[in-house]
């Protein structure tokens, strides 16, 4: 347990679909969370925003289905903004064959300028247990950048650090004000990384401390979702502690969210939990 235990903390990335979820991860840590809608095709998750709304703690990406038309999801989207307290969008490159970078996309990124809404984009490996396209090209960071770099009003996290691409993605990261990165996901069982901590932790401090300023770049996330293997909470506290100092512990539990997520910082201060 690290010394910013009783801090404010928003876990960035989670998989709270449901309140069997949700009663699990309340009960064993505190603060803010931000949940992933997942597509029905990847994992079924029908009570995804009636948990979200459900809990004023929760938060709410919804997904982009890039096997299905684009416009009308935003469509849907758009007069549920407020009541479902959406803060982003979320897009499972890899598991869905695509780049950020792609035409069909440009929608997603207008609409979410229109809106100040941020996007959080998957990369790198998969889950271990979800069926996937295997688009490892398409889900490279160097893709995001490009992006980042035509929509500078859009925030954009570069979700699980590109796995296994880490130095690669946080000298991306470094380059664009509007880029944000996490280590989510990172301690699936069965994975390398949740069989040798230690191993994994040392190998995102190299990548991380291989750029300057990144103590205000990455966000604590865990992609907490115990049906596919990611129960993980402590390990995430554990890799904080010994990758950054405790004077930048309250960036990386708490600013830097409300920093990379302005939707998120809106809905908190209007409801005085800021």
């Known amino acids: 347990m690290n010394a910013y235990q009783n801090g404010k903390k928003i876990d960035c990335h989670t998989h709270i679909y ?41 938060f709410l990406c919804p997904c982009i289905d890039l096997k299905q038309p684009i416009p009308p999801q935003l469509t849907e989207i758009e007069p549920n903004l407020e009541k479902h307290k959406v803060v982003g969008l979320k897009i499972y490159l890899t598991y869905q064959k695509g780049r950020a970078n792609d035409a069909a996309l440009l929608p997603v ?58 130095l690669e993605c946080i000298r991306i990261v470094s380059q664009h004000e509007n880029l944000f990165t996490d280590f989510s ?26 750029q300057p300023g990144m103590a205000r770049k990455i966000l604590y996330g865990t992609d907490f979702c115990p049906p596919i293997n990611l129960a993980q909470l402590e390990e995430y506290d554990r890799s904080i502690d010994e990758i950054f100092p405790e004077k930048d512990f309250d960036d990386i539990y708490y600013k830097n969210c409300l920093r990379a997520f302005p939707r998120l910082k809106k809905f908190l201060k209007e409801s005085d939990l800021l």
Request: charged share 20%; net charge negative.
């Open 18 to 58: 449901n309140e069997q979820i949700r009663a699990e991860y309340f009960a064993r840590t505190k603060g803010y969370a931000i949940v992933m809608q997942l597509p029905g095709r990847i994992l079924p998750n029908p009570d995804c925003i009636q948990t979200v709304v459900s809990d004023p703690h929760l």
């Open 109 to 166: 990124y207008e609409f979410a300028q229109k809106h100040g809404l941020s996007v959080t984009f998957h990369t790198g490996l998969c889950s271990l247990v979800l069926p996937s396209d295997e688009d490892m090209e398409g889900s490279s960071a160097r893709y995001i950048g490009e992006v980042a770099e035509k929509f500078p009003d859009v925030n954009f996290v570069i979700a699980h650090m590109d796995d296994p691409r880490f």
């Open 185 to 210: 996901g990172a301690y699936e069982t069965g994975t390398k990384e949740g069989g040798d901590v230690a191993g994994a932790i040392a190998t995102f401090a190299a990548a991380i401390h291989s």
